[in-house]
């Protein structure tokens, strides 16, 4: 897919387009949370990889089978089989004339007696073609000279719903489907016939031909509106995967940070009309359900006040403004899209591809990560396990002074959280453990176990250190977070003494932790003291 050029991807932007543009009561900040999510901004996107979430998918069993009930695929199945043993066709490898009512009674799209209707006939050949496309006819010529059409090798193996052959036809089906979409499209219709004469002229003297150009600009438009419903739904809580158009369109065009211009709200009709026709073709295959513009709407107002009513400026009811457009992507949409992504390069990853090992490789790979949701992860691992030897392995695989040996002690603590109370004795087991015995304490006393013993003073200390370390590795120094810990701090009274302490602590983040207590502290005397010993841990190493 092509890279995108998306213009809004913070929540900051979103919001002030949310009250101008929606055409929907649907805040953009909660539909398009994923990048502040992970704390980038638009500069950042556009010197860095793209970061793409990962996404849940269905097995690829069900997949198939999603695919199989797609129309137009069954269509071209059973045209496949109707061909068996041959079957002819005109020279271009089409249907005959005589055979192009009886495809359509086949498919159900005309009765079975009398006239068929010349749309069921057209839509018998779409169908044939695309069988045609796929390989699941193949066409050849007889040794008479006769055209004829016979059944490809994946017939068969599709019709029993094998679902490498399954996903693999509808992938192409779909990337087919995606082409067509984008030439059909990429020019008004009026356009379409001086354009290409005038192309026709140029060809060759100026390279891309105005034809060429708008294709491209459509299908750049098209890769970048599927890349942002790919994102939406993989943040989106379950039920509310569906996104006005005037929303996605406000997604792709607003400026982070701008109010939405008059300039900018016929920018953003325009990305609408654009799109309705190709993500209307996209639902033929199963990638998306769609409801379209309601062509009404264009005729009830004219001119700009045409325009401002199809990005909705006030507030519209929940079917009055469907009829600009709703839009959700299918799992199989999604499963096309991530090997479309796949092939370009990008990392698109699967929700629960770090939890197919032990703890030590779960919790190192979600450390590693970066487009990664750890919670998710963690579920997929502790999902069907026995919690007491779940939570032994995680203990084990969260100890260490390595870099990121905070962050996996955080990351095995939610996960205790997860399993609950079933995990206690395994958390007993390490009460005395120097590095995991304060976090063990902690989570114990939270459990309401009123039987745990107060941590020595060098482990709750340690386990200062090692807490601030871990969300320092975690947020990237998220100041509201950190600020909200250390107020917690038991450091007002007698800094000095406090600060004398935990400077001695033998962590390899203790100086770290000093210095963000020392920048983002509050109290004056407090951040002096925390800066104080944060250059006398410095020192000691």
Not at 315 to 337: H, K, N
Not at 387 to 399: G, K, N, Q, S
Not at 483 to 493: H, N, Q, S, T
Not at 497 to 522: M, N
């Amino acid at each position: 897919m092509a890279g995108r050029r998306r213009k809004n991807a913070g929540a900051s932007a979103g919001e002030g387009a949310a009250e101008a543009v929606l055409p929907a009561d649907m805040e953009l900040q909660d539909l398009y949370g994923a990048f502040a999510a992970h704390g980038l901004d638009d500069e950042d996107l556009d010197d860095a990889a793209v970061l793409v979430p990962p996404v849940k998918l269905p097995a690829e069993r069900e997949l198939a089978e999603q695919a199989k009930a797609v129309p137009m695929l069954g269509y071209a199945l059973a045209l496949a089989r109707w061909a068996a043993p041959h079957r002819a066709v005109d020279e271009f490898g089409d249907l005959t004339v005589t055979d192009r009512a009886p495809a359509a009674q086949l498919l159900g799209l005309a009765p079975a007696e009398g006239e068929a209707p010349e749309e069921a006939e057209i839509e018998a050949m779409r169908a044939w073609s695309l069988a045609c496309d796929l390989d699941l006819v193949e066409i050849g010529t007889t040794a008479a000279g006769e055209h004829v059409a016979v059944p490809g090798p994946d017939l068969e193996p599709a019709e029993e719903g094998d679902p490498d052959t399954v996903l693999e036809l509808w992938l192409t089906a779909a990337g087919i489907v995606r082409e067509l979409a984008v030439e059909a499209d990429s020019l008004p219709e009026e356009e379409s016939a001086e354009v290409a004469e005038v192309a026709e002229e140029d060809e060759g003297e100026d390279g891309l031909s105005e034809v060429e150009e708008a294709r491209d600009a459509a299908a750049e438009l098209l890769d970048e509106a599927l890349q942002v419903l790919y994102e939406t739904t993989a943040f989106a809580e379950p039920g509310n995967e569906t996104v006005p158009l005037g929303v996605l369109a406000a997604l792709l065009v607003v400026p982070e940070g701008e109010e939405p211009s008059e300039e900018l709200l016929g920018d953003i009709t325009d990305v609408m009309v654009t799109l309705d026709p190709m993500l209307g073709d996209l639902a033929e295959l199963g990638l998306l359900d769609y409801r379209p513009i309601d062509p009404e709407l264009f005729d009830e107002e004219e001119g700009p006040e045409a325009e401002g009513a199809v990005v909705g400026e006030a507030p519209l009811d929940e079917e009055e403004s469907a009829r600009f457009g709703l839009v959700r992507l299918t799992p199989l949409g999604q499963y096309g899209i991530r090997q479309w992504l796949l092939e370009d390069g990008y990392d698109a990853p699967l929700v629960g591809e770090l939890a197919q090992g032990d703890a030590a490789e779960l919790l190192r790979g979600v450390c590693e990560s970066v487009n990664v949701l750890p919670e998710e992860e963690l579920q997929v691992w502790i999902a069907g396990r026995e919690p007491v030897a779940a939570a032994r392995e995680l203990l084990a695989a969260a100890r260490g002074s390595d870099a990121y040996a905070p962050l996996r002690r955080m990351l095995c603590v939610s996960a205790l959280n997860m399993l609950g109370a079933p995990a206690e004795p395994a958390v007993r087991d390490v009460l005395d453990d120097p590095e995991l015995g304060g976090g063990a304490r902690a989570w114990l006393t939270a459990l309401g176990a009123a039987d745990v013993p107060v941590p020595e003073r060098a482990m709750a200390l340690w386990t200062v250190v090692d807490t601030f370390a871990a969300q320092l590795l975690d947020s990237g120094g998220d100041a509201e977070l950190l600020r909200e810990l250390i107020a917690d701090l038991p450091a007002i009274g007698d800094p000095a003494s406090y600060f004398g302490e935990l400077w001695r602590v033998d962590h390899p983040y203790t100086a770290d932790v000093l210095e963000a207590i020392g920048e983002l502290h509050t109290d004056r005397t407090v951040a002096k003291e925390a800066r104080k010993a944060a250059f006398k841990a410095r020192s000691k190493k």
